[in-house]
C-alpha cells in the first residue's frame, strides 16, 4: 500500500515579481502550494499548543488581509463568513475575543476546500486595494505576515508528522544529494569572520519593509569579536554528544539544565539514532549539514563547551550589513533542494536561524504602531531570545539584516542552529 | 456558504439478520453507515484522551478481527499492513505496545479512505470463518466489541463537534418531533415499580452471548424496593438546578463536590441556556425527555436531593429480567428518530445508561478469560461505576438484563442518566 | 552530635477505664502521648496534601469537642478562640469554610505549646459533660473520632519523617525484638480459614458504639470461602518482586499499572533495599513479619500472581465475628512493642489494616445523621476500597469486626496489608 | 490570648565596623537577629518552592563558610555533620547532589537550636581565616552571600506569614509614624532626573567587592533620557487600578497577560482593601508610599498605562554613580523604621528594588570563575529581569551603582517597585 504516492511536488513559477500585485499574487500562491500536498485531514490536525494547523494557517493570513485591508479599506466589502473572525484571529486582543489556542486542532470544519475557496474569494476583492499607493505599507506588513505564517506552516506540519509512528513524507520525489555520516572527524578547520568593535548602526531605516520591532535605528557601541564562518554541524554535535554535553551540568544555563531532566533531552528534536525526521520523512543525517531543531539552552552549552559564546543580535547584523539577504538555502517556489540545511552556500543567511544573546527586548524610543496592528511585535517582549538569518524554510526575500526572530528558549521546532562567536 | 448540506441521512436497511455472517455483515456495515457523514478531518481529529477519533474506532474494531480471528484462526492469512497493530490496538498489553492514547488524534495517515479499505480487506477474509461453528463465541465477542465501539464513535464524535464553535450537524434532514421546554411545572406524577427483594438470580449463564464481566450468575440477597418507572427528566433537573442544586455541598459526595469546584459544573454537559447540543447540532431542549450527558457525582447530588437514591445494579436487573432489552430507543440501522433520550417508551431499556450506585467489581468466582481477549474486563474493576440498561445510541440487541456498562463517576460524555429508587 | 537523645518513650498507665470519663481521660491522653517526641516544628509540617501535620490532628480533635459538645450542650461557653473554627474544621461544610487542606503545614501558628493549652482547656470543660447520659453517644463518637486521628497523627508524623533525609526517629530507646531478613524460602505453609457462606448478618446492630457506615445490619448472602490464617509477609513480597510483580502488566489493573509507571513504583512505599523505614528510623526488614504501606492496586495485583484474591468486606466479617477485636499487634498507651507488624499473634486483627475488594459504598437503608456530624461517613463512598481489621497504630479497642475502614487505591502511607483469600 | 507578645524588636549596636573580622560578626549577628523572632517552627515552614524556610538561610550561609573557606583553607577542620552538605547546599551542582528546593520545609530538624549551634561553631572555626590577606576576596563574597540571605530571609519569612490566616506578626512594637491613605489626588508633581546620554562606563571595576555579574566594565552607548526622581507610589497605583489596569489587555505584555489571567491578579501581592501585609502583619496602606511586591509584568503595564517606559539598567546605572549607594530606606541592625517603603529620602537606593526593561544577561567578555563559585551568577542568565537600587530590606552596605539583582517576570515576593523613565 502506498500512502501518498502521487504527492510529488508541484513546481509553481520563479521569477520574483517586482510590482506589488505581482508579489502578492506570489505570496499568496505560495501558501496554496505548500498546503498541496496535504489532506483535508492533515491539515486539521494540532500537535501541541505552540502549532497550529495548516489550515489555521491559509486561514488566519486571509483574515488579515481580510479584517485590514478588505473591512477598513474596501467600501461596501461584505465579510465572507462573520464567524472565522473568531476562530482565525491569532492573538490581537483588540479584534474581540478568539477561540483558544490550543483547540485549534478542533476545527475540522471549515473544511481545507472550505478554506481555500475563502481564500479565492479575498483574492478576488484584494486586486483593486493593490494599486492604491496609500495602502502599500499594509500591504507589504500583509505579506511579510503571510511569508512568516508560510514558515511556520512548514514547521508545524513537521511536527505534527512526527508525532504519528507511521513516519509519512509531506513530500516525495524530491532529489536528494546523497546524505552520508561521516563521524567525528569531519569537522573543517573553521574560518572566523573578524569585526573591529565600535560604534554601528543598528535597526531597519528603510528604504524598504521593516518589522516595527526593527527600528527605531540606532548606534550600538561594540567591542572587537568574531563570527564562525560556518554554522554548527551535525558532526560537531555529535562529538558534544559523545563528550557527555547532555550529562554535564556545568555546561549548562540553570534553566536549561532543569528543562534537559524534565523533558529527558539526549539529541536534537527530530535525531533518532543517524536518521533524523525531516519532510521527507526519516532520512540520513549529513555530518557536514548544519545542526537544527535545537533550543536556546542547548545552543548556548554548545557553546560553552566549545570555548566559545554566541553571538550578540548586535554583532551579527554588523557583520551581515553586507550581506546578501537572499542568499544561501532558502525557501524558493520552486524547492530547489529540500527543505534541510545543508551548509553549502558560506552565506550568513539561510539554513537555519541563529541563536543570539541577545534577549528580544525593544530598541530605544521603540513604539508599536496604533491599534490592532501595533500588536504584532512588542508584546512579546518578555522572556523570548532573538534569532537572526533565515533557514530553509524562510520564503527567499523574506529577511534582511536587520530581521529580528524571536522565540522562547526552550522551543526548537522551528530550524534553529547556532554559529558560534567570540571576543578578539 | 452551507457545510455539510448534503450530509442527510443515508438510510440502510433495517431487518435484523439471523445467521452469524448475516449479523457480522449488518454490524460491520453500520460501522460505515455511522462514520458516513464524516469528512477525513472531522473522521481524524480527538477532542480529549477518554475519546478516540471515529476513524480510530474503525480501524480498532478491524485490527480486532484481523488480530483475533485472523490472524489466529485462518491459516495463510498476511497481515493487511504491520504497522496498523501498533496504531490501533487499544489496550491490550498482552498483544504488544500502542500509540499513546492522548495522541490518536495525530493520526492523519492512514487516510479514512485507507482505513475503509482495510476494513472491506479484512471483511472479505473474514468470510470462510463466519461458518465454523468452534469461532462462533469468539466471533459473537468481535460483534459485541465493534457495537460497544459503534456506540462510543457516536459519543466521541459528537464531543469532537462540540469543541467546534461552529456548532456543527453530523446529520441533517432527520425527522424532529416538535420540541419544546415546557418548564418546572411539566413533571408527571412518578409512579414506582416495586420489588420485594428476596434471593435473586444474578448474571448471565447464557444461552447466547454474553461478556465474561456478566458471569458467574449467582444469587443475591435483596431487600424490598421501587424503582422509578420512568427517567428523571430536564424539566426536574431544572427544577434541581433552580434549587441550587449545584451549589448546595450537603448534596454532594466529597469527591463530587469537589470536581463541580474544580470543573465549574453548573449543569449537564451540553446544555447552553434552553438548547442542548446534538448530533444535529444545537436544538431547543425538552422538557420531557430524560437527562442525559450527567456524571455519576450528578446523579447521586440529585437523588439525594430528591429523597431518594439510585439503584443497585442488582435491584435494577431484577426488575429488567422479564423486560425486553430490544425495546425502547435504542440506535436502529434506520435512525428511526435521532439520537437524543425522548422518554417515549416506558421501557426499562433505551434513552440513557442509568448510574447505579454499584461499583464496578468482579462477580463471585469470577475469571478472567486467558490470553490476550482475558483483558477484556476484568482489569477495569477500580474506581468505576456501573450502569444499566442501554442508549438511544446504543445498537438494537447489543444489551440485555445482566449486561454491565461502567465508567469513572466524573465521566459524562456518553448517553447517561438515571433512574430513582426507593427502600420498601 | 545527637539530635533528639532525650525522646525515649514515655510510658502512660495501662489500665483501660470502664466509665466513659475514665476513657475520655485515657484517649485524651494518650493523643498527647503521641505528640510528646516531636517539637513544635515536627508537629507543624505536613508532607503532602493527604496528611496533616501532627500539630493540626491534636487541635482538629479538640475542636470537635468545642464544636459538638462544648457549643451545643454546655451553656455559657466561651469558644476559646474564635479563629480556630477556621483553622481546624477539617471538611465539615455545615460547619463553615476552612482553610485550605494542602496549606495546614503554614500554621506555624498557634504553636504547639498553645494548641496544648487549648486543649487542657477544653478538657477541663468538658467535665461537668461526660456524666450526662443524653450526651454519651456524641461522646463515644469523640472518642472514636479522636482515635482515629491517633492513627493519623502516627501515620503522618511517619511520613513527614521519611522526607528528611537524616531518617530522624520519632522514638529512640524501644525495645526491638531481633529482625532479620531471612530469604525467599521463610514461607511457612499457609494454612486456611474457611466458611461455608450461606446468609450471614453483616453490620453493626449494637450493642456499643459503631460508625453510621456501618450499619444498618442486614444479611448477606455468601458463596463458600476461605480466607488465609496469616496476612501476607515481606519474604512472600520478596519473592513476588523477584519474580518481577511489579513490571508485568497482566497481573495490574489497568488502574494499578498506570500507577505503578507514573510513580515508578517498584516496592512498598518505606523500602529500602533491605530496610524499612520506621518510627524508629531506617530498621533492617523482617522477612516473617506482613508486609504493610502498599496499595491496593499493589495487593490486588499480589493476588492475581498468588493465585488467589483478595476478600470481600463481608468475607472478613463474616469470619471475624467470633474473633476478638481487641486482640492482636495494635497501639497500647504503653507501647509493648513498636510500631510495625510482627505478625506474631496469629489474630484477624492488628498488624496492618486488609484490604478487600469490597468498594466502599452505603449498606441498603443506609442514613447520614442530620446535621454536620451527619457528613462524617456517607460523603466518601465514591471512589475508595474497605479495609478490614486493625493496624499496630490503632488504638486496641477501637477497632471491631464491623468496622469499615476505607481510602483511595493508590494510596498507601497507611499501615494497609493484605489477607489471602479463594473460593471453596 | 497573645501569640506572640514578648516578641518586640531587639535592638544590636549600630556601628559600622571597618575590619573584615569586625564586618563578618556584624553580618553574621544580623542574621541571628533577623531570626530571632521565630519559633523554631516558624524557622522550618516553607510557602512555596520560591521560598526557602529561615532556618534553611541560617544554615545555608553556614555551609558556604565551613565548605569554601574552612573545608579549603583550614588545615586539619572537621566538617561539623557530614550530612548538612546534602540538606543546605542550594544549587552548587559542583557540590555534589542536594535536597530537593522545594522539600526544604521538610527538615523539622536540625533543629534552629541545632543551626545556631551550628553557626557558632563555624564562626569561631573562621576567626584564624579572617585575618589572612589572600582570603579576603573569599571572604568579601562570603558576607555579600551572606546579606542577599539576609534580605530572601525577610522576604520568604513575610511570604510565609502571609498563608496563615491568622495573620501572625514577625515584629512588634515598632515604632510606626502615622499612616494614611489620602487618595487618589495625592501625587505630587513629579520631577525627572536627566542624562545627556553619549558612552558611558558600566560596571564594577574596583576597588572594593562586586558580583561577577557586575564585570567586566565597559563602554555602553546611551541616549539621551530621564529617569523619575520618585518611585510610583500606592495612590499612583490604586489609580491605575481604577482605570481598569489589570483588565486592559492592550497595556499588557502577553506573557504578562496571561499571567494576570491565569492567577486572577488583581493588585500587588500584599494587597487586601486598603491594608497592606507586612512583617508587622496587616497595616494600613500609606497613599504616598512607594508601590511594592510587584511583578515586572505590572510594572511594564503601569508604565504603558502612563505614557512612560521602564529604564534600561544602563540608564539607570549612568544616573546612580555619583549618588551614595549607603543611603535611603536600607536595613540597619537596629531597623530604624519597618519593613516597608515610606519614599522620605529621595535616594536611587532603597525603599524597593526596581525593575529595568533589561534582561539579565552576561557583559561583554564576562568569565565565570573557576569551580563551584563560578556557579554564582552566571547560569541564571536566561528568562530574568534585572532590578537596580536597593529595598528597606536590603542589609546597608550591600548594594552599589553596578549591582545586578535579577528575577523572573512573575516573581513579586521580593520588595519590587518602578521608576519610570522616558526618552529626551
Redesign the interface.
Known amino acids: 500500500?502506498d500512502?501518498?504516492a502521487s504527492r510529488a511536488f508541484r513546481a509553481t513559477p520563479a521569477a520574483t515579481p517586482s510590482s506589488l500585485a505581482g508579489r502578492y499574487a506570489a505570496v499568496r500562491a505560495l501558501s496554496a502550494t505548500l498546503a498541496d500536498p496535504l489532506?483535508?485531514?492533515?491539515?486539521?490536525?494540532q500537535?501541541m499548543p505552540d502549532a497550529s494547523p495548516a489550515k489555521w494557517h491559509l486561514a488566519h493570513t486571509t483574515w488579515f488581509w481580510e479584517t485590514f485591508l478588505l473591512r477598513d479599506h474596501r467600501a461596501g466589502y461584505r465579510t465572507?463568513?462573520e464567524?472565522f473572525a473568531?476562530?482565525f484571529n491569532s492573538?490581537y486582543?483588540?479584534e474581540g475575543p478568539r477561540?483558544a489556542r490550543p483547540?485549534r486542532?478542533?476545527?475540522?470544519?471549515?473544511?481545507?476546500d472550505?478554506v481555500l475557496a475563502w481564500r479565492d474569494h479575498v483574492d478576488r476583492a484584494m486586486a483593486p486595494l493593490l494599486d492604491r499607493a496609500e495602502l502599500a505599507p499594509l500591504i507589504e506588513l500583509g505579506l511579510a505576515h503571510e511569508q512568516q505564517h508560510q514558515e511556520l506552516l512548514l514547521t508545524d506540519i513537521k511536527h505534527?508528522?512526527f508525532?504519528?509512528?507511521?513516519e509519512?513524507q509531506v513530500w516525495q520525489g524530491l532529489t536528494c544529494r546523497g546524505f552520508g555520516f561521516e563521524g567525528l572527524e569531519a569537522q573543517p578547520p573553521r574560518s572566523w569572520l573578524e569585526h573591529p568593535g565600535g560604534?554601528v548602526r543598528i535597526g531597519h531605516d528603510g528604504p524598504g519593509f521593516g518589522f516595527d520591532n526593527e527600528g527605531p535605528a540606532?548606534?550600538?557601541?561594540l567591542?572587537p569579536f568574531a563570527l564562525a564562518a560556518e554554522l554548527v554541524t551535525n558532526a560537531e554535535w555529535e562529538a558534544f554528544i559523545a563528550d557527555g554535553g547532555y550529562t554535564t551540568?556545568?555546561l549548562?544555563?540553570?534553566?536549561?539544565?532543569a528543562w534537559v531532566q524534565a523533558e529527558g533531552v539526549e539529541a536534537p528534536l527530530y535525531w533518532r539514532e543517524l536518521q533524523e525526521f525531516s519532510h521527507m520523512g526519516m532520512v540520513p543525517r549529513d555530518g557536514a549539514a548544519p545542526v537544527t531543531h535545537i533550543s536556546?539552552?542547548e545552543a548556548?552549552a554548545f557553546a560553552q563547551w566549545a570555548g566559545a559564546r554566541l553571538p550578540t543580535e548586535f554583532e551579527w547584523e554588523a557583520l551581515a550589513q553586507d550581506a546578501d539577504p537572499a542568499a544561501g538555502n532558502q525557501l524558493d517556489p520552486e524547492f530547489q533542494g529540500w527543505l534541510l540545511p545543508n551548509g553549502e552556500s558560506g552565506s550568513l543567511f539561510g539554513d537555519c536561524w541563529q541563536w543570539t544573546?541577545?534577549?528580544y527586548?525593544?530598541y530605544?524610543?521603540f513604539r508599536p504602531a496604533a491599534g490592532a496592528v501595533g500588536?504584532y511585535n512588542g508584546?512579546?517582549?518578555?522572556?523570548q531570545?532573538v534569532l537572526r538569518g533565515a533557514s530553509c524554510a524562510t520564503p527567499r526575500g523574506h529577511s534582511r539584516a536587520t530581521y529580528r526572530n524571536f522565540f522562547y528558549?526552550h522551543q526548537r521546532w522551528q530550524f534553529t542552529g547556532l554559529r558560534l562567536a567570540r571576543?578578539l
Chains 1, 2, 3, 4 share one sequence.
Open positions: 500500500m500512502m501518498g489532506s483535508d485531514a492533515e491539515a486539521t490536525i500537535s465572507y463568513d464567524r473568531y476562530l492573538y486582543e483588540c477561540h483547540s486542532g478542533m476545527l475540522a470544519r471549515p473544511a481545507l472550505e505534527a508528522f508525532q504519528n509512528p507511521l509519512p560604534v540606532h548606534d550600538v557601541l567591542q551540568p556545568s549548562w544555563l540553570s534553566d536549561g539544565w536556546y539552552y548556548d544573546r541577545s534577549a527586548l525593544p530605544p524610543r500588536e508584546k512579546f517582549m518578555s522572556g531570545f528558549p571576543d
